[in-house]
């Protein structure tokens, strides 16, 4: 019996193995297809969870950028509004203009009477309507003796009817009005007296217990103040933190302990440092409470972290030759690092301060700590004024029972957002125009 020569074998064993090599490769495509398919799965299912987020943030908001007006036919009544013949700011700032716009209302539905209806009749208009008879008169005083028709805020029931009567639902079945008053409407907007205007009202005052009136002029105005404190406390403090423990810090325990408690920081809930500046600012340092001072500062010391690890990181991304050269010329180290190290390092620095102010910008629970969450009418006019934040103007919204507060906080929502896309969007900018690849 002949023995099988080594070439054969040899043969037969690679015939073999190509054979187990190509069962073993159809099973490893189809486990890279299925993790294709389950990576892919991920990326569609994450994108549709942030798709129908958006939808229904805007299909609730976009109804707040507008607002309903009607049109009251007003007889400035000298009886009413200067009895004695006075026009002085004082008397004419306590006058009853109430009155008119009942009688303005009376006039056009002479039909209506009774207590009770008239009550239904005057509510089509918006409380709001008294202020701003008073400033118009109080403005032009010869307008008394005179009569004018003129464009008031509706009541946000009657806001609410309307929008939907304008996009053809049905808006009676939806309205909490008495048949009454959805005939009255519709014989108002027979008569082109209701029509839908641009909402300036929600981007130009503050908050309000009416729906119709409730803007988040303040409330934009107080998170402007806190993020120039954060941002003028949280970014030299950062910057300098990260050139020090980068550039000049010993390498020894205490350095290490220092970063790894920088690091740990970065993660801490929002709510301690709330707690930690009702703590320290408030009941300490007696700083007034709900003032965007005091909330500045616990957003800057939130922050201070992320800067500083996002700086280090860009000071790291420079190339030891930058500082060699440097210093291989005869300049000192501090120089280096001011001169051609920080220069470099800059845009990496402020991509991360503009991360770590979006997210302070967001911020609701340290504030809620810090009192801010006060009812604010009045715009602040310094960091030291009570006021109210954006997210916390939403969370108190998104707790009314109002029916109309849930359209503006998704709207306030919206604005958050688009504040957030911004910044996020100045960040991607600053990091492909200036950072330097090496």
Request: charged share 20%; glycine share 6%; aromatic share 10%.
């Amino acid at each position: 019996m002949s023995e099988e020569s080594p070439s054969n074998s040899a043969l037969r064993s690679s015939v073999e193995t190509r054979k187990r090599v190509e069962a073993s490769l159809g099973a490893r495509y189809r486990r890279e297809n299925r993790f294709r398919f389950f990576g892919l799965l991920a990326v569609l299912v994450s994108v549709s969870f942030v798709a129908f987020f958006f939808v229904s943030i805007i299909s609730q908001g976009y109804t707040a950028f507008t607002q309903t007006y009607i049109q009251v036919d007003v007889y400035f009544d000298p009886d009413v509004v200067s009895p004695d013949g006075s026009r002085a700011p004082d008397v004419l700032s306590q006058v009853n203009y109430s009155r008119l716009i009942k009688d303005g209302l009376g006039s056009m539905f002479p039909e209506v009477s009774g207590r009770k209806p008239k009550q239904l009749l005057n509510r089509l208009v918006s409380n709001g309507a008294i202020y701003e008879l008073r400033d118009r008169v109080m403005a032009e005083p010869d307008i008394i003796g005179s009569r004018e028709s003129l464009w008031f805020l509706a009541d946000d029931e009657i806001d609410a009817w309307f929008k939907q009567y304008s996009r053809g639902d049905d808006a009676d079945g939806a309205a909490r009005l008495g048949d009454a008053q959805i005939g009255w409407l519709r014989q108002l907007v027979a008569q082109g007296r209701l029509e839908q205007r641009f909402n300036t009202v929600f981007f130009t005052s503050g908050d309000s217990r009416d729906p119709e009136m409730a803007g988040i002029w303040a409330a934009a105005k107080g998170s402007f103040f806190m993020l120039v404190v954060c941002m003028s406390i949280a970014f030299p403090l950062g910057v300098a933190a990260s050139i020090y423990l980068e550039e000049f810090a010993p390498r020894n325990r205490w350095v290490d302990l220092i970063e790894v408690n920088i690091n740990n920081l970065a993660a801490v809930p929002s709510i301690v440092f709330g707690l930690l500046g009702l703590a320290v600012f408030i009941n300490f340092l007696s700083l007034p409470r709900s003032a965007p001072l005091v909330g500045g500062l616990v957003l800057a010391l939130m922050t201070l972290p992320t800067i500083i690890i996002a700086s280090r990181s860009a000071i790291t991304a420079v190339p030891p030759s930058i500082r060699e050269a440097a210093l291989g010329i005869g300049a000192s180290p501090v120089q280096a690092v001011v001169h051609h190290v920080l220069p470099l390092a800059m845009p990496g620095m402020l991509t991360g301060a503009i991360l770590g102010i979006a997210r302070a910008l967001g911020e609701t629970a340290p504030l809620l700590m810090i009192g801010m969450v006060a009812f604010i009418v009045e715009a602040p006019q310094t960091p030291l004024d009570p006021s109210s934040a954006l997210p916390v103007q939403i969370y108190l919204w998104a707790d009314s029972p109002e029916r109309a507060f849930a359209e503006r906080t998704a709207a306030a929502i919206m604005v958050l957002l688009a504040f957030l896309l911004v910044m996020n969007a100045t960040a991607v900018w600053l990091r492909s125009k200036y950072e330097r690849r090496w």
